[in-house]
């Protein structure tokens, strides 16, 4: 399966977000999964594609070609998809997806997940998205997913394939 992972590329104070990254990646390359993200080597980003690369897994990085200008792009992948525009980027990687997972990120993070959002919505596959929930950093987002479904911009049923696991293990059994 490929694991379309969405989050932050900057450094976090939060040291159970990076641990989560490394758990994650573990249990990505150990069942024999495909890590799908940003293509970078900074933050989250580094420390899944990293963890993944070591533990002996396969790494698709999909990264436009001016962040590879700038220097943050992981060279050592197992296959690097070089694209023009942030649009592109975002559309590749749904593409190759099959499951779609949100680590703790920035807006950058919060814009592609919630593609992932309206395409659950819509129907249009895939049929749920994973946001892990470490430390409660979703939990401002559950709490305003949640008012739209009371306020009818958003139904139940499609907020319930939203899922908001903890921690990798409830992640891990919900995959």
Same mark, same amino acid.
């Given at each position: 399966? %490929?694991i379309?992972v969405y +989050?932050?590329?900057?450094?976090? @104070?939060n040291?159970?977000?990076e641990?989560?990254a490394h758990?994650?990646?573990?249990?990505?390359?150990?069942?024999?999964? $495909?890590?799908v993200?940003?293509?970078?080597? #900074?933050?989250?980003?580094?420390?899944? @594609?990293?963890? #993944?690369?070591?533990a002996?897994? &396969?790494?698709?990085? !999909?990264?436009?070609?001016?962040f590879i200008?700038?220097?943050?792009?992981?060279?050592?992948?197992?296959?690097?998809?070089? !694209?023009? $525009?942030?649009?592109?980027?975002?559309?590749?990687?749904?593409?190759?997806?099959?499951? *779609?997972?949100?680590l703790?990120?920035? !807006?950058?993070?919060?814009e592609?997940? @919630?593609?992932? *959002? $309206? &395409?659950v919505r819509?129907?249009?596959?895939?049929?749920? +998205?994973f946001?892990? %929930?470490? =430390?409660?950093?979703? =939990?401002?987002? /559950?709490? *305003?997913?949640?008012?739209?479904v009371e306020?009818? *911009?958003?139904?139940q +049923?499609d907020?319930?394939?939203c899922?908001?696991? &903890?921690? !990798?293990?409830?992640?891990? /059994?919900?995959?």
């Amino acid at each position: 399966m %490929n694991i379309t992972v969405y +989050c932050g590329s900057s450094d976090s @104070s939060n040291l159970h977000f990076e641990a989560a990254a490394h758990e994650l990646g573990l249990w990505i390359a150990q069942h024999g999964h $495909t890590l799908v993200y940003g293509g970078s080597s #900074v933050g989250l980003m580094g420390a899944i @594609s990293k963890t #993944v690369l070591g533990a002996g897994g &396969r790494v698709i990085g !999909v990264e436009p070609r001016f962040f590879i200008e700038a220097g943050v792009a992981q060279h050592d992948l197992t296959e690097l998809i070089v !694209v023009e $525009t942030m649009g592109e980027r975002k559309s590749k990687m749904i593409e190759l997806g099959d499951a *779609f997972v949100a680590l703790p990120g920035g !807006v950058g993070t919060l814009e592609e997940i @919630s593609e992932i *959002f $309206t &395409r659950v919505r819509l129907d249009m596959g895939p049929h749920e +998205c994973f946001l892990l %929930n470490i =430390d409660g950093f979703y =939990d401002p987002l /559950r709490l *305003f997913l949640q008012s739209m479904v009371e306020r009818r *911009f958003f139904d139940q +049923c499609d907020l319930d394939r939203c899922h908001f696991p &903890r921690s !990798v293990e409830e992640l891990e /059994r919900l995959l």
